[in-house]
């Protein structure tokens, strides 16, 4: 007599473990990384450009994730972080001449240092409170990058090495969207895999209630420093990439308001979800280059909407982050699993 499941179970570790259980949630990934390889034969060079900083922007919402979503710190600071990875890259290659993958795993250890560094605040602050020394962060940074010689990066830096990565020159907007997404890649498989370890359940633990997490045993000092420097780390290479990929920096490129951009990609995107941070880089850097598309096209018919173009962007921002805390606060990533639940579930309303 043969038996009908009615679900997805496991009946072994190994199923347990496994990131995809169903061929279809395989096939999807495999059409989404198919799309991707194949976007710069499609898109335009405008809209290529924008998928490039989509991804860049992606990274490091990962990292902004990891430590916001998922062990329950605020920052404001990102885009000091991503300035260090930045400047650190920019300046091994100019004077050492590392090759850029070791620019960027030095932009990442350095990323990790000051971003754990600055993390030592939250071993005593919370809330509103963290989220003001977060700020002070970005604010010494940048200080820093301006007024120390040390840094030799007060005046704007030029990479002139092209970058190599094996022997290959990434020369394009089409060899950059490629290494930069299979940067994306990587760094979404770590952080997905960091959550199934110990130690990204014990950030878990510290975001749902640090005082029960410290009665069961985990060290909430040192797990709330490592989670900030997880998340410089990820910015860190954010940073790298960008420097190595405009080959022109300055510290105008890493304000606050890049900092308040990556904070709105994981509200919009979804907080403590991978994938939600992917969307909401998506959604929030696409808004902008589609808003900005829009204005041009109606420079000559409308020149008064061109004038606003850029208040007019800022309402929307601001608008879409309220509507998304007040109608759906867990983001795209909670729309697209309710839609995938409908989907199989469907016509069954349970």
């Known amino acids: 007599m043969s038996t009908i499941t009615t679900g997805v179970y496991n009946r072994s570790y190994h199923a347990d473990l496994v ?11 495999g059409l989404v990384l198919v799309a991707v390889a194949l976007a710069p034969f499609v898109l335009s060079s405008y809209w290529l450009e924008v998928g490039t900083q989509i991804a860049i922007a992606a990274i490091g919402a990962i990292g ?5 979503g998922f062990t329950g710190q605020i920052s404001l600071g990102q885009g000091g972080f991503l300035a260090v990875g930045a400047f650190t ?15 960027v795993g030095l932009a990442a250890l350095v990323g990790a240092a000051v ?3 600055f993390g030592l605040p939250a071993l ?8 003001i020394a977060t700020l002070a962060s970005q604010v010494i940074i940048t200080w820093s990058i301006i007024h120390l010689s040390v840094l030799g990066a007060a005046e704007p830096l030029t990479i002139v090495e092209p970058t ?26 770590l952080a997905t895999n960091l959550f199934r370890t110990g130690v990204g359940r014990a950030f878990v633990a510290i975001r749902d209630q640090d005082i029960a997490a410290e009665a069961i045993g985990v060290n909430v000092a040192r797990y709330k420093i490592l989670a900030f420097a997880l998340s410089s780390a990820f910015a860190g290479v954010a940073g790298a990439l960008t420097a190595y990929r405009d080959t022109f920096l300055t510290w105008e490129s890493f304000t606050f308001e890049i900092s308040i951009l990556y904070l709105a990609m994981i509200i919009v995107g979804g907080l403590g979800s991978v994938s939600g941070a992917i969307y909401g880089a998506i959604f929030i850097i696409g808004l902008q280059a589609w808003l900005q598309e829009l204005g041009g096209k109606l420079q ?4 008064t909407l061109q004038e606003n173009l850029p208040a007019i962007q800022q309402i929307i921002f601001g608008l879409t982050i309220v509507l998304f805390l007040i109608f759906e606060p867990r983001g795209l990533a909670r729309i697209w699993q309710r839609s995938k639940d409908y989907l199989r579930l469907w016509p069954f309303r349970y």
């Open 19 to 29: 990131l995809r259980r169903t061929w279809l949630e395989r096939a999807r990934l």
């Open 64 to 68: 902004l994730n990891i430590l916001v």
């Open 89 to 103: 890259a920019g300046l091994t290659s100019i004077h050492s001449g590392l090759p850029p993958l070791a620019g």
């Open 115 to 117: 971003g754990g560094f």
């Open 124 to 131: 005593r602050l919370k809330g509103l409170y963290l989220a």
């Open 164 to 189: 190599t990565v094996f022997g290959w020159t990434v020369n394009g907007r089409f060899e950059w969207f490629w290494v930069i997404a299979g940067f994306v890649v990587v760094a979404a498989v």
């Open 300 to 303: 000559g018919s409308l020149p």
